[in-house]
C-alpha cells in the first residue's frame, strides 16, 4: 500500500498460481505440467541458439515461429499472434478486444485468470452458470455481451464443449468476439481453430506448455482474423517490441515441427488418465468427463481439503480450490504410469484410514 | 481497423523499434547491441537448463535472479523487480505509478517508448524540453506533476545527468515517483541506486540487453523501495505469473554474477567509443558528450538522413531518428573497434566523395 500506486493497483486481486515447490522429491500433480520432456529438437534448437547472437534483439515479430504454428494450421502469419506464454496473449486479449460498454460472459466456473484480467483493465463482465453436472449451456449466452471467453476442455473441469455447440454459439454471436482458450486442447478436445474462416469474431487461443512439454520456455499464441491480430499486435508494440526471446522462439518452434514427438507425447497422457479414471472411480470418486492433461475429482466421504493435506504429507502435491461450487473437488494433473500409480496407492491407504 | 476491438486499440501509436535485419552480412549499429557476446558462464548456465525441466513452470517470482541483483547493488529481494526486458518493467511502471491527475514528466527528446506507453494507459503527460545543448535542466522538472521518468544517460543524447543533480530534482520532488531509465548506466553513468535508501519514491531501472550483452534474452529490473516493487508486483501478478522464462532467469543470473567479464566489456566499450569520438570529430561532426555505448552526432554540411542511406548502401545500419530538434543526427551504437574503424573508413569515403 503506497501513496504512490495508481488508483488501480490498489483495487487489484492478482492472481495465484499454483505452487511451484523448490524441493525436488515431489510428485507434482498441481499445475497441469507435462509429465514428459519437452522434445528433444526443441532442446536441441535452443542448444544451438545459445551462442553469441543472443547479444542481438531477437526478431519483435517472430516471424518463424509465426510461420511454423501458420503451416501447422494451415493459416497465414498475418492470421497468428505470438506472446510470452498464453497467460500474456490473454492479457492483451482483454484489453483489446473486451473493453466495451457491455459485459464480458465466462462461465462461473473457469480459469481464475479471467477476472483478475477484468480488473486489471477495468472490464465489465458477468459470469454464467455452468448447469448442474458443470458443463456449459450455450443458450445461457444468447444475451447482449461485449465479448465472450471460455476454455475449452473448460478447466479446471476438463470437461470438453463440441465442435457443434461452439459453431451454434458463433452464429448467434456475431457482434462481439469469442475467445476459446484451447490450452488443453490436445488432449482430446476437437479445436476450433478450422472455424476461423468462416468466423471473423472467433480467436483460438493456445501454449505450449501443457501438450508440448514447455511450460518453463513461456509461449502461447493467438489465431484468428487478421484483423484481430492486428489489434493485438498493436497493443503488444505499445507494451513490449520483443514479448519473445530468441531461445524461446526457436525452442517452441521445433517443438511445433515435431508432429510424432508431440501426437506421442499426447497420446501417452490420454492413456494414462483413462487408467487414472478407473483406478479413482473403484476407490469411489466421482470423476468429471475430462479431456484434458488433468482430472477434477470428488469423494462422496472425504473432503477434498483434507485429501489434498493428506497426499501433501505422502510427498504428493494437487490442486484445491476454495472457489464455491468446487471446494469439495480435487484437481489432478495426469503424471507419469508411476507417478498415478502412486498417487492412487496413497489415495487408498488415506480413504481406509479414515 | 475492426469493429472488434476495444477503444484504445484505434488511438494507440505504437513504438517502432530499430531494425533487425535477417541478413547477417551487415554492420549492426543501430540497435544499441553490445558488440561482444554475453558472459560466457550466463551461457553455460543456459545449456545446463536447457533439459527435460522445461517442461515445468518456471518460478514466478524469479527469486535467483532477485537474489543476485540484490547481492550486487546490496539490496533486499523486496527492493528488486524483474521482468520480460526492461520494456516490460517500464510498461508496468507507467501503469502502476504513473496514472494520476497530474501529468508525468519527460524530456522532449527522450526514449521514444514513454509516450507510447501513455497512449496504452491513457496517461496524461508533459514533456519537458532539453537545453540548447541537449542537457536536461532539472529546474524545468520543479513544477507540479504525477510522476517524472527520464534516461540517464539520456537516449538518444548519451549525455549524462550527474548524480548531484538528481539529488537535488528528488528533494524538491517527493509527492510523485521518480524514475530513472539506467538502460546505459554501466557505460560511464553514475547509478543512482544508492539513492533508494533515501528515497521512498525513487524508482531505478537497468537491462541486461546493452552491459550484459543479452538483448537475445529479455530480462529487465526495476529497483527500490519494496512499497513501490509491491506495486509492480501487484500489477505483474494481474498480468502474467511468469513473465521470465527459466532460461532467461538462469542465464540472467550468472550474468549478474559474472562481474569481472562485464566491467571488462564495458571498459572495451568505452575505450572504442573514446577512438570513434576522436575519428569522427576530426571527420567535421559535431559529437554530444555520450556515456552510453553510442554517440550521437551531427555534421554541417551533411545531412544525417543522407549519411544513413549512403551507409547502408556500404552494409551499415545506422539509426535515424525523424523527431524535430533531432532530425539531423544520427544515433551510432559502439561496435567492436573493426566495426567502428570501418564505419569511420566509410564515412571518409561518403564525405569526401560530396
Redesign the interface.
Known amino acids: ?2 501513496q ?6 490498489h483495487s ?7 505452487e ?1 515447490p ?1 524441493a525436488n522429491d515431489l510428485i ?1 500433480l498441481n ?1 497441469n ?6 522434445s528433444p529438437k ?2 536441441f534448437a ?2 544451438e541458439a ?11 515479430n517472430s516471424d518463424i515461429l509465426k510461420q511454423s504454428i501458420a503451416n501447422y494450421y494451415n493459416l497465414t502469419t498475418e492470421q497468428v499472434f505470438v506472446g ?2 498464453s ?2 496473449v490473454l ?1 492483451h486479449i482483454f ?6 460498454d457491455k459485459p464480458l460472459l465466462f462461465p462461473d466456473i473457469s480459469y481464475s485468470f479471467y477476472p ?2 477484468c ?2 483493465y477495468n472490464i465489465n463482465y458477468k459470469t454464467i452458470p455452468l448447469n448442474d453436472v458443470f458443463e456449459m449451456s450455450i443458450e445461457s449466452y444468447n444475451q447482449d455481451n461485449g465479448g465472450i471467453i471460455f476454455p475449452n476442455p473448460n478447466a479446471p473441469t476438463g470437461i470438453a464443449l463440441s465442435l457443434a455447440s461452439i459453431k451454434t454459439l458463433l452464429e448467434r454471436n456475431k457482434h ?2 469469442v475467445v476459446i482458450d484451447e490450452a488443453y486442447i490436445d488432449f482430446g478436445g476437437e479445436s476450433a481453430v478450422n472455424l476461423i474462416k468462416q468466423f ?2 472467433l480467436l483460438v487461443v493456445q501454449t505450449m ?1 501443457k501438450s508440448r ?6 509461449v502461447g499464441f493467438a489465431m484468428g ?1 487478421a ?2 491480430i ?2 493485438l ?3 503488444k ?12 522462439m526457436l ?1 517452441a518452434t521445433a517443438a511445433i515441427e515435431d508432429k510424432t514427438y508431440f501426437k506421442n507425447t499426447c497420446q501417452k497422457v490420454m492413456l494414462t488418465r483413462q487408467k487414472l479414471n478407473q483406478d479413482l472411480e473403484q476407490l469411489g470418486f466421482r470423476v468429471l468427463p475430462s479431456s484434458a492433461n488433468f482430472v477434477f475429482v470428488t469423494h462422496p466421504e472425504h473432503q477434498a481439503a483434507d485429501l489434498a493435506a493428506a497426499l501433501r504429507e505422502q510427498a504428493i502435491i494437487v490442486r484445491h480450490f476454495t472457489t464455491p461450487r468446487i471446494n469439495d473437488f480435487l484437481r489432478i494433473s495426469i503424471g507419469t504410469d508411476a507417478e498415478c500409480a502412486q498417487l492412487s496407492k496413497s489415495l487408498t491407504t488415506i480413504i481406509s484410514n479414515r
Open positions: 500500500m503506497s504512490y500506486w495508481s488508483k488501480i493497483v487489484l486481486t492478482p492472481y495465484v498460481p499454483g511451484q523448490k507434482k499445475t505440467e507435462n509429465p514428459y520432456p519437452p526443441a532442446l535452443i542448444e545459445t551462442n553469441s547472437t543472443l547479444r542481438l534483439y531477437p526478431d519483435p510470452n506464454g497467460d500474456e492479457a484489453q483489446a478486444l473486451f473493453k466495451h483478475v484480467y480488473g486489471l462481439s468476439v471473423p469474431n506448455s512439454s514447455l511450460a518453463g520456455l513461456r482474423h484483423d484481430l492486428q489489434g499486435t498493436r497493443i508494440d505499445s507494451f513490449n517490441s520483443y514479448p519473445l526471446d530468441n531461445l524461446a525452442g
